[in-house]
């Protein structure tokens, strides 16, 4: 089956700081993994839209989990897209990739000593699982060849140039460091080489 736009509506959205802004929310068909994923635009029409792709954190996009920081780069990035136009993909790949009973799990075994990414390899699971080909796919669908792309994570825009996207500038976002969320942030710098600042201890 060919990637094709199924719905595509205008919901209005109101975050819990009181930022509010209007998306256009586009659903699709035949996505590479069937998942359910969906595209945010925002703001004006542009030929080089701002793109973040967002992986579903239920912990930290609905209930403000302390714990990681993807809740604020969400808020950050549905503002920053608004600003310039472009695209929130909203990806259905909770715990990058390995589902939320067993991102929970990992947060178990955190709890116990291991680093975010040595949890997933306890629980027999790579450091991370997913995949952007549907991402690519979407992009590709809504017309958008040549994007800049709004991540700290480096294994972002090269699997989008795998799939023949052409991004033009990778934008980090803010740091959004805190007591309870540190040593995470601090592993994905070590591990996977995130471009995140964090600020020096002591």
């Given amino acids: 089956m060919s990637v094709a736009i199924r719905t595509s509506v205008t919901v209005p959205l109101r975050f819990p700081d009181g930022y ?14 069937g ?6 635009q925002f ?5 080089t839209p701002l793109v973040r792709l967002h992986s579903e954190c239920l912990t930290g996009d609905v209930f403000g989990s302390q714990r990681c920081d993807c809740g604020p780069q969400l808020r950050e ?3 920053r ?5 472009g695209y929130l993909l909203y990806l259905r790949q909770e715990g990058r990739g390995i589902g939320l009973y067993a991102k929970l799990d990992a947060y178990a075994l955190q709890d116990a000593g291991l ?11 790579l450091d991370d699982e997913r995949d952007y080909t549907a991402a690519a796919q979407m992009l590709s669908v809504l017309g958008a060849t040549t994007v800049d792309l709004l991540t700290n994570n480096p294994d972002k825009p090269h ?8 991004i ?31 600020p020096l201890a002591g």
């Fill in 20 to 33: 509010e802004a209007v998306a256009q929310v586009t659903t699709f068909t035949g996505l590479a993994d």
């Fill in 35 to 40: 998942k359910e994923h969906l595209a945010l």
């Fill in 43 to 47: 703001g004006p029409a542009t030929e």
């Fill in 77 to 79: 990035a549905a503002e």
């Fill in 81 to 85: 897209i608004s600003q310039t136009g």
């Fill in 115 to 125: 680093d975010t990414y040595e949890a997933n390899r306890a629980l027999g699971h």
């Fill in 159 to 166: 699997q989008l140039r795998t799939h023949g996207m052409a």
């Fill in 168 to 198: 033009r500038e990778v934008l980090p976002t803010r740091v959004y460091a805190s007591a309870a969320n540190v040593r995470y942030l601090q592993a994905k710098v070590e591990h996977t080489r995130h471009t995140i600042d964090l």
